[in-house]
């Protein structure tokens, strides 16, 4: 078990005052993902200050920078566009589509999608140039519309292969959408990511008639936090590419307010964990 807290004072979206909706203009990806410092050492200057951090915090506290990304705007975002939300929650949802659009099972990006997550991937590029370390582990939902982000956003960036985990998923139940493919599927279509051992063939956790409970996906959040502070300490940053859900759930794991993030939107944030002993 770890105690969490976040650190501020590094990016723009530290600010608890901050508007996630302003923060990056068109595609809501800011310069430097935020990075408040211009300089040209910027991304040297803040992995010095990690590492030193890692090293006078001694064996029980370990300090990581996740970059949260939620995937771009896919079909079913689209779907609760056209008709609202509370027509998509009591109806429209539970539909694979209305004959025009086609949101499940397992919704895709969209053609904007896919632009905000190239969007991403510019900047990507852009930071490279500053020295931005890579994530030293890529982590994704199951889900085809993070997929495919993930797979635009690290495009020509980074050749580490991600690992695809069931609970980075969106909150699942109901919403046709949410239902994700078969692990044939996946492995298939996108042999470029690993899938981590256990992952099921069939979506068993889905159903048609109930959602999942806030109390499950907040276990399911903390869950991937402690499995990745447990099981990779040499990596200091990560990326984990979501949903708006999940992510929120892990912010809250984390002892941060809710922050809404735009589809598309990249929530960089620095964790400092300490191993809680009995």
Same mark, same amino acid.
């Given at each position: 078990?770890?105690?969490?807290?976040?650190?501020?004072?590094?990016?723009?979206?530290?600010?608890?005052?901050?508007?996630?909706?302003?923060?990056?203009?068109?595609?809501?990806?800011?310069?430097?993902?935020?990075?408040?410092?211009?300089?040209?050492?910027?991304?040297?200057?803040?992995?010095?200050?990690?590492?030193?951090?890692?090293?006078?915090?001694?064996?029980?506290?370990?300090?990581?920078?996740?970059?949260?990304?939620?995937?771009?705007?896919?079909?079913?975002?689209?779907?609760?566009?056209?008709?609202?939300?509370?027509?998509?929650?009591?109806?429209?949802?539970?539909?694979?589509?209305?004959?025009? !659009?086609?949101?499940?099972?397992?919704? +895709?990006?969209? $053609?904007?999608?896919?632009?905000? &997550?190239?969007? /991403?991937?510019? *900047?990507?590029?852009?930071?490279?140039?500053?020295?931005?370390?890579?994530?030293?582990?890529?982590?994704?939902?199951?889900?085809?519309?993070?997929?495919?982000?993930?797979?635009?956003?690290?495009?020509?960036?980074?050749?580490?292969?991600?690992?695809?985990?069931?609970?980075?998923?969106?909150?699942?139940?109901?919403?046709?959408?949410?239902?994700?493919?078969?692990?044939?599927?996946?492995?298939?279509?996108?042999?470029?990511?690993?899938?981590?051992?256990?992952?099921?063939?069939?979506?068993? !956790?889905?159903?048609?008639?109930?959602? +999942?409970?806030? $109390?499950?996906?907040?276990?399911? &959040?903390?869950? /991937?936090?402690? *499995?990745?502070?447990?099981?990779?300490?040499?990596?200091?940053?990560?990326?984990?590419?979501?949903?708006?859900?999940?992510?929120?759930?892990?912010?809250?794991?984390?002892?941060?307010?809710?922050?809404?993030?735009?589809?598309?939107?990249?929530?960089?944030?620095?964790?400092?964990?300490?191993?809680?002993?009995?």
């Amino acid at each position: 078990m770890f105690a969490y807290e976040t650190l501020s004072g590094f990016f723009s979206q530290d600010d608890p005052l901050a508007i996630p909706a302003t923060i990056g203009a068109e595609w809501k990806v800011p310069p430097r993902f935020g990075l408040l410092d211009p300089s040209d050492e910027r991304w040297s200057k803040l992995s010095t200050k990690l590492s030193g951090l890692n090293t006078s915090g001694g064996a029980n506290t370990s300090y990581k920078l996740f970059f949260f990304g939620r995937h771009g705007q896919g079909y079913h975002n689209l779907g609760r566009e056209k008709y609202g939300n509370q027509a998509w929650d009591d109806y429209w949802s539970k539909l694979d589509g209305d004959g025009a !659009l086609y949101w499940g099972p397992d919704a +895709e990006l969209t $053609a904007i999608g896919k632009d905000q &997550a190239a969007a /991403v991937n510019k *900047r990507w590029k852009e930071e490279l140039a500053a020295m931005i370390p890579l994530p030293d582990k890529l982590y994704c939902s199951p889900m085809r519309r993070a997929i495919q982000t993930n797979i635009i956003t690290f495009e020509g960036v980074s050749s580490r292969r991600p690992v695809i985990v069931e609970n980075c998923r969106e909150e699942y139940g109901v919403h046709r959408c949410d239902q994700r493919s078969t692990r044939s599927y996946i492995a298939d279509t996108f042999p470029q990511f690993d899938i981590e051992d256990g992952f099921t063939e069939k979506d068993e !956790l889905w159903q048609a008639d109930s959602c +999942e409970t806030a $109390a499950h996906i907040a276990g399911r &959040a903390q869950s /991937v936090l402690e *499995r990745i502070f447990l099981e990779d300490k040499d990596a200091v940053f990560v990326s984990i590419t979501a949903h708006a859900f999940i992510i929120n759930n892990f912010l809250h794991t984390l002892g941060r307010p809710r922050y809404v993030l735009p589809v598309g939107g990249v929530l960089p944030i620095v964790v400092k964990a300490t191993a809680v002993t009995n």
